[in-house]
């Protein structure tokens, strides 16, 4: 079965940088994309971007765009994400997400990884 | 704010029927293909409709959605308890070329 792994919860400064990974099986990661989506406490989803794992091309949501990059390992089926220059309204967890369907970005996330809590204090 | 307007709250008694809608603000999203996740406390989202009313296997046949011009709606019919939750609606934005969420209905079950 589909399982998408993360990385455990991760306590930051503002203005440092978070890495979250993502460790895929179950389906062959090639060729799926992974979203990224963000939800802050007691609010709602955001989505961040998409990097597709076939060829690396990534998307990113306007919120976030110059302080975040998507990468994938395709040697250890893992996705990253990794979001720069930390303010105390990044605090959410992050989920990644893969496609529902593979080769396209038009189907929405369907499996989700239990999510990453990040938390930005001083 | 979200270009997909949801009700921020919703409520029902077990058995009732309700429904909860999507709407759009902007012409780019397609509400030609909308998607519904259901999100339980602490959990992340679940896929309840697909393509405005197609279920993913697992869900019970009580969740349906539709279409109506530029809004969607979901139905739960034979509300139960454990149908308490918090519900987003989403739509592929060609502008952005990434998924846009509706802002969020919580579902309380009385």
């Known amino acids: 079965q589909v399982q998408l792994v993360q990385s455990g919860a991760e306590v930051k400064k503002p203005g440092a940088s978070v890495k979250v990974s993502c460790k895929a099986s179950g389906y062959t990661f090639t060729s799926y994309g992974i979203n990224w989506v963000r939800q802050a406490p007691g609010q709602g989803l955001e989505w961040m971007g998409r990097i597709s794992a076939t060829n690396g091309n990534t998307n990113y949501g306007q919120k976030v765009q110059g302080r975040v990059t998507m990468t994938t390992d395709t040697s250890t089926n893992t996705a990253y994400m990794e979001l720069r220059s930390l303010r105390s309204d990044d605090t959410a967890v992050y989920y990644c997400?893969?496609?529902?369907?593979?080769?396209?970005?038009?189907?929405?996330?369907?499996?989700w990884g239990q999510g990453t809590l990040v938390t930005v204090s001083s | 704010q979200s270009v997909l307007t949801q009700p921020p709250s919703a409520s029902g008694t077990p058995g009732q029927r309700v429904t909860i809608s999507c709407s759009r603000s902007?012409?780019?999203?397609?509400?030609?293909?909308v998607y519904w996740y259901q999100q339980l406390p602490g959990t992340a989202p679940k896929l309840l409709i697909y393509r405005i009313n197609q279920r993913p296997s697992g869900v019970p046949d009580r969740f349906s959605g539709s279409k109506s011009g530029t809004s969607a709606s979901l139905a739960i019919s034979g509300l139960r308890s454990e149908d308490e939750a918090d519900y987003y609606c989403a739509a592929w934005d060609d502008s952005l070329s990434g998924w846009v969420f509706g802002g969020g209905t919580k579902l309380t079950v009385l």
């Open positions: 902007v012409s780019n999203i397609g509400t030609d293909y």
């Open positions: 997400a893969r496609d529902g369907a593979p080769y396209t970005s038009a189907w929405p996330p369907e499996d």
